[in-house]
C-alpha cells in the first residue's frame, strides 16, 4: 500500500530565508509524485509533479523538489520564500498511469514572517 | 482555474438536514473524486468515481453517499447533518496524471 508522510505540520521562516518541506512516501510499484499549494480560501492548486526523466522538477514560481529513489523522499526547496509564499503545502503520491488513486500527505503549514 | 466547478460555494444549514453539492470536472476527465477537509481532520478522501461507476472509499460516512452522472457530473448527497459536518467539500478531477481541484463548497451546520 502506498502512504505519504509530511513529517512537520508547521514550518515558520523568515523572509528571503530558504526553506525545505519534507516529503516521504512508500509504494511497491513506480510512482507519480505531486507538489500541491492550498493558499486561504481556496481549492488544492498544482504546484510541481514528477512523472518520469529528470528527477529535479521546478515550478514557475521558483520552488523545486527533488525525486530521490533510494530515500523514497520528494522534498520541496525554494531558495528564498516571499510573504506570499504563506500557504500550506500538500505531498502526493499516484502509482502511475492508469491507476486514479491519489494518497495526499497531511500538509505542511508555511508561515513566511517579515 | 482548473476548469473544475463546484456549486455552492457556501452552503447554511441546520442539523438533521440534507443538502447536495455538485461538481463538474474538467472537459474529457472521467475520474471525480471528493474530500472533506476541516481544521482538526486536514483533508479526507471520501470517495472516487470513474465513468459512472464507484471507484474507490475512503473515509466516507454511511450518512454521506455520491453519484456520477452520464454527463459525468457529480453530486454529493449529506443527510442528517451534524455540527461535526461543517467543512469545505473539494471535488477534484483527474486525466492520466494529475488531479484538478475546484474551488470547494464551505458547509457550515449550525
Known amino acids: 500500500a502506498q502512504s505519504v508522510t509530511q513529517l512537520d505540520s508547521q514550518v515558520p521562516v523568515f523572509e528571503e530565508a530558504p526553506v525545505e518541506l519534507r516529503c516521504n512516501y512508500s509504494s511497491s510499484v513506480s510512482v507519480y509524485l505531486f507538489w500541491y499549494v492550498q493558499y486561504p480560501n481556496q481549492g488544492l492548486q498544482l504546484l510541481l509533479k514528477?512523472?518520469?526523466?529528470?528527477?529535479l522538477v521546478e515550478s514557475i514560481n521558483g520552488f523545486e523538489a527533488e525525486f530521490n529513489k533510494s530515500q523514497t523522499s520528494f522534498h520541496l526547496r525554494k531558495p528564498s520564500v516571499h510573504i506570499s509564499d504563506t500557504a500550506e503545502y500538500f505531498c502526493?503520491?499516484?502509482?502511475?498511469?492508469?491507476?486514479?488513486?491519489?494518497?495526499f500527505g497531511t500538509g505542511t503549514r508555511l508561515k513566511v514572517l517579515a | 482555474d482548473s476548469g473544475v466547478t463546484q456549486t455552492p460555494k457556501h452552503l447554511i444549514t441546520a442539523t438533521g438536514q440534507r443538502v447536495t453539492l455538485r461538481c463538474s470536472p474538467r472537459?474529457?476527465?472521467?475520474?471525480v473524486y471528493w474530500y472533506q477537509q476541516s481544521l482538526d481532520q486536514g483533508l479526507q478522501f471520501l470517495i472516487q468515481?470513474?465513468?459512472?461507476?464507484?471507484?474507490a472509499k475512503g473515509n466516507i460516512l454511511e450518512r454521506f453517499s455520491a453519484q456520477q452522472f452520464p454527463d459525468l457530473h457529480s453530486e454529493l448527497n449529506l443527510s442528517s447533518l451534524e455540527l461535526g459536518d461543517s467543512a469545505l467539500y473539494f471535488c477534484?478531477?483527474?486525466?492520466?496524471?494529475?488531479?484538478?481541484f475546484g474551488p470547494g463548497t464551505r458547509l457550515t451546520v449550525l
Open positions: 472537459s474529457g476527465d472521467l475520474s
Open positions: 468515481y470513474y465513468n459512472g461507476e464507484e471507484r
Open positions: 477534484a478531477s483527474s486525466g492520466d496524471t494529475e488531479q484538478f
Open positions: 502526493a503520491v499516484s502509482g502511475g498511469p492508469g491507476t486514479y488513486k491519489y494518497i
Open positions: 514528477y512523472l518520469s526523466g529528470s528527477t
